[in-house]
């Protein structure tokens, strides 16, 4: 999938804008608070139907404007694509691929794919498991849309379990076994499905993660991924039966794919707690290159892959490095300040208080000459 | 404070407690309720109190009917061997339309969902067990729907059937006849793949 042109109307804070993006790295320069990361969640809402950033859809509207739109052309498997979505303040959004209604948002899984990275990922390293499993679900749907069905039948029958656990009063009585029982079945096949499809995933990322950060960080890391829950070994249905006195007590379910960690390590020990901050944030971003060549790889095309502020994460070294190893395939990335030395953007835009121009900022306001891009150097 | 005088409050609030119906529709319901000529009106009125009156639950299967039976368990040609359980009269009629099932019917009246407080007791199974005996049910039939309640209600019902000695089968989940493979949603046709079956050559 490649976008090649992209047009807002009345979204955030672009009254009105269009866009050309190159078939390979295209870089967004601007000040804060200009509209950069805008842009990039514009390309993002019309992938996930959501903000990347966790805000309602009204948000995304400019403010005063009944709705917003926001519309890519671009190609896949060599067929020109449309995606047009409106979002509106009142009423329902709607989402239209090449000139066509969507009945249903799944239909919209896989028509246009994105990797995004923020600054916000390095809670996935530093957070709570939650996060942790969200990236992990993330990447799993986004390589294989369809296993978006069993994450969201777990979340059901933990709702329903859940709502019996608590109606119970913590006491086990016959009638509650019997249905317990059942429920406890149904979330032991659906539990073991996404746990397997997780690990599944997890083997090949892995690999990635540890390669993607040794790129970064440009020496030799030792870095493992690990999602080994310890119910896995017994199997869910076993670990519920051991825990269900427990979880009467509490009226929630202790055990399950919903209370997975995804184990992250630097040298052996612990990236949440052990990594310097350095070190959390290069492994954020193997963490989102990883997940982008694992989905690619399953895929068979690359996601747009798109980088929010991600040189002010890095050292110069680092940075460098990930300039020299940006992954192959179509890229947006924004960046406040200079560039790193060695960047070959194809196409650069400055943003300006919702405005679009081409070519980097000409008054040297924040980006110094010996940094200034170059169109003619990565081609048309 | 109700913005409406207290009669249209009232009309808006029974209507909004339908099923399917949220607060603007109820008000525009009311609305045009209002509008009505009287006896169109009134009409209605008599349909809802004559229904309520006159309609019960059939009391062997809980499918609605007048009277104390209804006409599928009141009709002697239908196959007392087979059962169907269904979780709502209306499913009954989705598969009596079928014309192809020719046994009795047992309406659970819903499915097991601890979110709504409804658990096995509230449904309408303990009188599904006295029927078996003396109805002589060789199999059961469980045609709830294929979402997580329906499963889950689906899978209580075996484990409990099972033990005494009937067949319990449930409902085949698959592809709609007719339609076409491509335009099939994958968790469909995942599982119609799981439930393929050996073509007969002979």
Redesign the interface.
């Known amino acids: 999938m490649r976008l090649q042109r992209l047009w807002l109307t009345d979204f955030r804070n672009f009254a009105s804008a269009e866009l050309e993006l190159d078939e390979g790295l295209t870089v967004v320069i601007g000040r804060n608070g200009q509209g950069k990361t805008n842009l990039l969640e514009a390309v993002a809402y019309l992938a996930e139907l959501g903000s990347f950033r966790g805000v309602s859809t009204d948000d995304l509207v400019r403010a005063g404007m009944p709705s917003a739109v926001v519309r890519a052309e671009g190609e896949r498997d060599g067929r020109s694509l449309l995606v047009e979505a409106e979002i509106n303040r009142v009423g329902r959004n709607r989402v239209m691929v090449n000139r066509q209604r969507l009945q249903r948002s799944?239909d919209l899984l896989g028509a246009m794919r994105v990797s995004v990275f923020a600054p916000d990922d390095l809670a996935v390293v530093k957070g709570g498991p939650g996060l942790r499993r969200d990236y992990l679900d993330a990447t799993l749907v986004s390589a294989r849309?369809?296993l978006d069905?069993l994450r969201l039948?777990l979340e059901?029958?933990l709702?329903?379990?859940n709502?019996?656990l608590r109606?119970s009063g913590g006491r086990l009585s016959d009638?509650v076994a019997?249905?317990l029982?059942?429920?406890d079945?149904?979330l032991a096949e659906t539990g073991e499905k996404l746990a397997a499809a997780r690990a599944a995933l997890v083997e090949r990322l892995a690999p990635a993660v540890a390669a993607a950060y040794e790129r970064l960080a440009e020496v030799p890391s030792e870095v493992s991924v690990r999602y080994e829950p310890w119910w896995r070994q017994e199997g869910l249905a076993a670990a519920l039966v051991v825990g269900r006195d427990e979880d009467l007590r509490r009226g929630v379910t202790g055990v399950g794919p919903h209370r997975d960690d995804l184990e992250l390590a630097i040298g052996g020990m612990p990236a949440r707690s052990q990594a310097s901050q350095g070190e959390q944030r290069t492994l954020a971003l193997a963490l989102r290159l990883a997940a982008h060549e694992v989905v690619t790889d399953e895929a068979g095309s690359a996601p747009v892959l798109l980088l929010d502020d991600v040189f002010s994460e890095l050292d110069p070294a680092r940075q460098a490095a990930l300039v020299r190893w940006l992954p192959e395939g179509q890229t947006l990335l924004t960046t406040a300040g200079d560039l790193p030395a060695g960047i070959a953007p194809g196409r650069v835009l400055t943003v300006e208080a919702g405005t679009l121009r081409p070519g980097g900022p000409g008054g040297g306001d924040g980006v110094d000459g010996g940094a200034e891009p170059a169109d003619a150097d990565g081609g048309p | 404070m109700s913005p409406y005088a207290g009669p249209v409050q009232d009309l808006i609030d029974e209507l909004g407690r339908l099923p399917g119906i949220g607060p603007k529709s109820a008000q525009r319901i009311a609305f045009h309720l209002l509008k009505l000529p009287t006896p169109d009106a009134q009409r209605l009125a008599t349909a809802i109190t004559e229904a309520k009156a006159r309609v019960a639950f059939c009391q062997r299967c809980f499918n609605v009917c007048e009277g104390e039976l209804c006409d599928i368990c009141a009709d002697p040609r239908r196959d007392g061997n087979l059962l169907c359980v269904v979780e709502e009269a209306r499913d009954l009629v989705a598969v009596e339309k079928t014309g192809e099932f020719k046994g009795r019917y047992h309406v659970l009246q819903g499915a097991i969902s601890p979110i709504e407080g409804i658990g096995p007791e509230q449904l309408r199974i303990k009188e599904l067990l006295v029927r078996l005996d003396p109805e002589g049910v060789q199999e059961v039939i469980v045609c709830t729907n294929p979402n997580i309640e329906g499963e889950a209600t689906a899978m209580y019902l075996a484990r409990l059937l099972d033990p005494l000695g009937c067949r319990v089968t449930r409902l085949a989940s698959g592809l709609p006849v007719g339609g076409d493979l491509e335009y099939a949603d994958e968790l469909t046709l995942g599982r119609a793949i799981e439930g393929r079956r050996t073509l007969d050559a002979s």
């Open positions: 799944r849309p369809r069905e039948a059901k029958i709702r329903q379990r709502a019996l109606q009638d019997v249905t029982d059942v429920w079945a149904r």
